[in-house]
């Protein structure tokens, strides 16, 4: 799926600029633990997640995302999406639960990650 | 002192040896880690990887000394009273030494058994206390050594092997 299918069915919102939208996301991952997400994700992946402090993009640094939907239509402070934007990492807001995004997501065509 | 050991078998002679004679480092880092500052905990990690990145290391391999790192900064930063990261780059391996100001850890093996934490509400709410830090850190690294005892200092050894 490209980010923009993605964004289109979450009836999600872009919360960081300069986002390419054609971007292809093979995978998706979906937790509000960091040590699963740490320990889930061997490839690109896009994650699924509510939580919303910085330590979400220290994660980033350490594993391979392609970007970052905030569920429960969280939305996560400035500082975080200026180390998104400095990081070139794709952020989106959606009103639908982690549980209904995915869902939607793998009904889609998305696979999950490799774990 | 209580003591715990998990060594890839692959690497044990090569990782024991190094242990042993601590030859010089082609390049070392060193990051101070304050009590419960999420906000900079991990920066230490992701210049040990930038570093590792720039020469050449795989990125699975970058991956998993990435996670072992990261894991190892976050539990200085969640459950001591502060503490420091040292980072040993060599032309195969990485060697990282976390060395904290206490309180120390009870008890290892149990702090070993994945989903137990003693993590507090703060460090939860962040997202961390799922209890898998240290197996995240023995999953990822070739060499893992933990000294400590209650009321005394920790000292978290992580070895990895790129070449």
Known sequence: ?115 | MAEFWNINPAYEKAAKAFLQEKPEAEVTLEFDIEVKDFVNAGKGSAEVKNVLKRLGVDPNVLRRIAVASYEAEINVAAHSNGGRMNSFVYDDMVYIRFEDKGPGISDIRQAMVPGWSTADDLVREMGFGAGLGLPNIQKNADLLHITSEYGESTILEIIIYYA
Request: with cysteine; glycine share 6%.
């Open chain 1, 1 to 115: 799926m490209t980010l923009r299918e993605i964004l289109t069915v979450l009836e999600a919102e872009v919360l960081t600029s300069g986002a390419d939208l054609e971007a292809e996301i093979p995978c998706a991952f979906a937790s509000d633990l960091i040590s699963d997400i740490l320990m889930c994700t061997k490839e690109p992946t896009l994650l699924l997640t509510g939580l919303t402090n910085t330590q979400v993009i220290r994660l980033s640094d350490m594993i391979d995302l392609l970007g970052i939907v905030f569920v429960r239509g969280k939305t996560p402070p400035q500082e975080l999406i200026e180390m998104a934007e400095e990081r070139g990492l794709i952020l989106m807001s959606t009103k639908l639960t982690m549980f209904r995004s995915s869902g939607i997501l793998y009904s889609s065509g998305l696979r999950s990650c490799k774990i």
